[in-house]
């Protein structure tokens, strides 16, 4: 016979009693499904739960008595909860119970390092230490983080099918990398789930056929069936949402590539091919007229190509090729006066191949530069070869982001000594005089301090003079002049453009200075008239590219570089010639990988200049002669380097981050040079680019600060 003893709590306060309330344990035997649990924490005796509005704490503690294991609750976690159970329940079954009750009340249990752990139920996804794989093992209210790993369904197709059902604090989320799901949910959510993954998770039904075509082109028949077949507005190889279909195109054999997911729908898409693939009606020897929109490609310069690839092979003489299936191809015969078309079509559009492509005996190409499209006239088997080879050549071009820093660092280091002398040789009253003295260039005499004044006849440096007075007039004078100077020169320049691949990028930075050229003068009834040419010159940095993307990322750029300035030093006998300029220039093709640094070439250049002057006889005396003497050196060192560094970007993600990352530079820039805030002066900002978050993404308008109209300028009271 079975026995069973049930306590009941006293009446008295929960927090002082718990131990004698928590737990009424029966002698029945534990049933046998109890028995063969493989987890040691759901072993023992039956309980029977008798709590009424108690503290969660205090009934965690309880828990934990049963399992034999350590809970630990959050501070945040706060309350009272009731747990009753008329019949004893395995220690399997009271957790169950306390995990929906807490449940109920926004919390939950994670285990985490031997701990079971009560938090809120929005923070057990970030505490949770419980990660399975595979089939889901526990059952009841507790978190888990599950990772489901797919064998045939896209983990990222489930995603928003599988969202809907996951608790709202809780997460999903795909790895596109190994194609798995790691969901983190309650346990018995996850096992329903898991059976849902389950069903998704089989192998595509179907199989893949290859369908030929005869008449139609592949590429313009395969988005008309993909839509007719799915009901949807999708493209080739990329089905909507909801197609059990995927249409592929091989170009090379004319043919449509599909896989459906059942036979019926496979019969279902061969019907409307059959139906599509008809020959054209009609006996037009010339063929039908085709439109061919173009994605990428320019019309014009398309056009000319093919008619040059295809126009050959009208005039060989041995019938085979495109000529074999209908002739060569020519352009329209009426071109409209000046070299270009009508309806502002270009020249090179409209320029013949071949003298032998009639369009009596073939097709023709004409390009439409307003709609970028090409108009093509031909016969079916040549009009299919020609869309394979537009296929290939309207394709996106890769872009080229090129980086260049151009850094000229120069020192100078000049010493000047020397005496000049002026004097006056005369008696007091005489009414004539001699005057005498040396002019050593710019060193500085007492005639040029005269006429000049000080400020203006003493050079910079130290400068000492000595002036005699004899019988009341100045009779000798002296200046000694020391001066040592250092010049130092630091520019880095850094021009940066972008341009399409194969396509020449141009950047000038600088002046447009006016050049003399020539000059007359004319004369006309005794009147002059002079006349001068003048010719304007690009002076700055000029940087001229045209890179063209190789193999494995590698870039052939042909460059021409050039820097020049406005020249300080002017050549004798030129001074009424114009301005002088130095330049630098580096012109060369050069192979670099994407991404890395070259450089591209430089100058080093030392120079070194000695000026003497001095007296004759009288500057060679041994240590009196450096009192008639002056002395000059100069030393100057110039080192200048190119560096370049190309970025390819194939994609308009890649070119829309550079540009993002521009847009952010520079905006930073101008908050950086804000104006400081003063109460004199009342204006206090000054222009900045809109934040990031206002910036177009994808098809959204850019945001644009609206200019601010004159007379709302603030104004000085």
């Known amino acids: 016979m079975n026995k069973r003893s049930t306590f009941k709590p006293p009446r008295r306060p929960l927090a002082a009693a718990l131990a004698a309330v928590m737990l009424c344990t029966s002698l029945l035997p534990a049933p046998m499904a109890y028995a063969q649990q493989k987890d040691t924490r759901f072993k023992g005796e039956p309980v029977t739960l008798n709590f009424v509005n108690a503290e ?32 004893p329940l395995s220690p399997r079954e009271a957790y169950l119970n306390f995990l929906a009750a807490l449940r109920g009340l926004g ?33 009841g209210d507790q978190v888990l983080t599950q990772i489901f790993k797919l064998s045939h369904e896209n983990a990222n197709n489930l995603v928003p099918v599988l969202r809907p059902l996951i608790s709202p604090n809780n997460t999903i989320n795909a790895n596109p990398g190994n194609n798995t799901l790691v969901i983190t949910d309650y346990a018995d ?87 599509l693939d008809r020959p054209t009606q009609g006996d037009n020897p010339m063929g039908n007229i085709y439109v061919v929109y173009l994605k990428n490609a320019d019309a014009a310069k398309l056009a000319t190509v093919l008619r040059a690839a295809y126009g050959a092979g009208g005039s060989s003489s041995g019938g085979g090729g495109a000529a074999s299936s209908g002739g060569g191809l020519s352009q329209q015969a009426n071109a409209a006066p000046g070299g270009a078309s009508p309806g502002g079509i270009s020249a090179a559009a409209a320029a013949p191949v071949s003298a032998s492509a009639s369009p009596s005996t073939g097709g023709m190409i004409q390009a439409d530069p307003s709609t970028n499209s090409l108009i ?72 040029k301090i005269d006429a000049t004044g000080i400020s203006a006849g003493l050079n910079p440096g130290l400068n000492i003079g000595v002036i005699r007075q004899f019988a009341g007039a ?16 630091n520019i880095v320049s850094t021009p940066n453009m972008i341009t399409l691949d194969n396509e020449e990028a141009k950047i000038i930075v600088g002046s447009n200075v006016p050049f003399i050229t020539g000059s007359t003068t004319t004369s006309s009834g005794g009147i002059s008239s002079p006349f001068q040419t003048v010719e304007r010159k690009d002076v700055g940095i000029t940087l001229r590219i045209k890179p063209q993307i190789g193999e494995n990322g590698a870039v052939r750029m042909t460059i021409f570089q050039e820097s ?94 550079l540009s993002m990352d521009r847009y952010d530079l520079m905006r930073s820039m101008q908050k950086d040079a804000q104006p400081e805030r003063s109460f004199v002066t009342p204006i206090n900002e000054s222009p900045t680019l809109p934040p990031l978050n206002s910036v177009t993404q994808g098809d959204k308008p850019l945001s644009v600060p609206p200019p601010v109209p004159a007379g709302s300028a603030p104004t000085r009271n």
Do not use: C, H
């Open 56 to 87: 969660i704490e205090g009934v965690s503690r309880a828990m934990g008595a049963i399992l034999k294991q350590q809970f630990v609750v959050d501070p945040r976690v706060k309350g009272t909860i009731t747990l009753f159970s008329e019949e």
């Open 564 to 657: 020049s300035s406005l020249s300080k030093i002017v050549a004798p006998g030129t001074a009424n010639a114009g301005p002088t300029t130095d330049k630098r220039s580096i012109e060369a093709t050069v192979v670099v990988d994407d991404g890395q640094i070259l450089v591209l070439g430089g100058l080093i250049e030392d120079t070194y200049t000695e000026t003497k002057n001095k007296v004759p006889l009288l500057g060679d005396i041994p240590l009196l002669g450096a009192l008639f003497r002056s002395q000059t050196r100069e030393k100057k060192r110039t080192n200048l380097m190119v560096f370049l560094r190309p970025t390819v970007m194939r994609s308009g993600e890649a070119a829309n981050k």
């Open 474 to 489: 100045y009779g000798l004078a002296a200046i000694a002049n020391f001066l040592e100077k250092q010049g130092n020169t």
């Open 107 to 139: 919390f939950t249990v994670v285990e985490s390092g031997g701990l079971y752990k009560v938090v809120p139920e929005a923070d057990a996804k970030l505490q949770s230490s419980t990660v399975s794989v595979g089939a889901v093992t526990r059952q």
């Open 189 to 275: 959510n996850l096992a329903r789930i898991g059976k849902i993954i389950a069903a998704m998770d089989t192998p595509s039904g179907g199989d893949v056929e290859i369908i030929p075509l005869k008449y139609a082109v592949a590429t313009d028949l395969a988005t008309m069936v993909q839509r007719l077949s799915d009901g949807g507005s999708s493209v080739p190889g990329a089905p909507a949402i909801g197609a059990t279909s995927s249409i592929l195109v091989d170009s090379r054999s004319n043919a449509l590539i599909v896989r459906a997911s059942t036979p019926a729908r496979m019969a279902s898409i061969k019907a409307i091919v059959e139906k």
């Open 376 to 447: 093509i006239t031909a016969p079916e088997p040549v009009y299919r070869q020609l869309r394979a080879v537009i296929e290939q050549l309207d394709s996106r071009r890769a872009q080229v982001y090129i980086e260049s820093m151009i850094v000229e660092v120069s020192g100078s280091n000049a010493a000047d000594f020397g005496f000049q002398w002026q004097g006056l040789i005369g008696k007091s009253g005489d009414k004539t005089g001699v005057v005498g003295g040396t002019n050593f260039g710019d060193t500085g005499n007492l005639v």
